[in-house]
């Protein structure tokens, strides 16, 4: 069955340092893979979204984000945290070449930021 | 500014009441929308798959007739939670438009529902 992992359920980082945050996936293709921040109360802004090509994806607010097929993961990261960045971060999985718009989601990573 | 705009933000209801959440698309026609739902603390949990012009098509689970799902138009999708009870209590978001590799485009800022 598909399914992501996210296996950190809190993180708390000081301003200024580094970032990643863990996703791991099941699905018997290669899916579509995306990452999700959601502030209190709001919706979802996408960070950054893989299909194929460079394994390396970059994405909005200085976030990147890394596919491997091996791991089967796509680990999110950010080299310099800041205290905006606080927020819950989600990371989902579509099905690939059959995509429908579908999305199953992590169970979700918030994101503590210590001044 | 927001490409998608669910309405009421939140909204209180009375338990056995009906309620319905809107999802328009604002500068873009979508034949598809999505609606999810997340309990607190919890993830985004896909209820269904509203299609213009057709019955929406309900995951696993989902009680059709508990969440009517319409789809009458291009730019709106209506959510309406009947006979409502405080376990329906729960954070509503919907999606809209789909990319060239259908990927969702564009999600709404949800629908906080109480049910007293």
């Known amino acids: 069955a598909q399914s992501v992992t996210q296996p950190d359920i809190h993180i708390t980082v000081s301003e200024g340092a580094s970032l990643e945050l863990r996703c791991n996936y099941s699905?018997?293709?290669?899916?579509?893979l995306f990452w999700y921040v959601q502030s209190p109360g709001q919706g979802l802004q996408l960070l950054l979204k893989y299909f194929s090509g460079d394994t390396l994806v970059q994405g909005i607010k200085g976030f990147e984000a890394e596919f491997k097929r091996s791991q089967s993961s796509f680990n999110l990261r950010k080299p310099s945290v800041h205290w905006s960045d606080a927020a819950e971060y989600f990371c989902a999985v579509g099905p690939g070449s059959s995509n429908t718009g579908k999305l199953i989601f992590g169970q979700g990573t918030t994101l503590q930021v210590k001044p | 500014g927001a490409v998608v705009s669910q309405h009421p933000s939140w909204v209180i209801c009375k338990s056995g009441t009906s309620v319905k959440i809107e999802c328009r698309s604002l500068?873009?026609?979508?034949?598809?929308m999505f609606w999810y739902r997340q309990f607190p603390k919890q993830s985004l949990m896909l209820m269904a798959t509203s299609n213009e012009g057709s019955k929406a098509t309900y995951e696993q689970g989902v009680e059709k007739d508990k969440f009517l799902i319409n789809h009458a138009s291009l730019t709106l999708s209506t959510l309406t939670v009947t006979s409502a009870h405080p376990e329906d209590s729960s954070f509503y978001i919907c999606?809209?438009?789909?990319?060239?590799?259908?990927?969702?485009?564009?999600f709404g800022n949800g629908t906080r529902l109480t049910v007293t």
């Open positions: 500068d873009f026609q979508a034949t598809t």
């Open positions: 999606s809209a438009g789909l990319d060239r590799n259908n990927s969702p485009l564009h």
């Open positions: 699905y018997g293709a290669t899916p579509y």
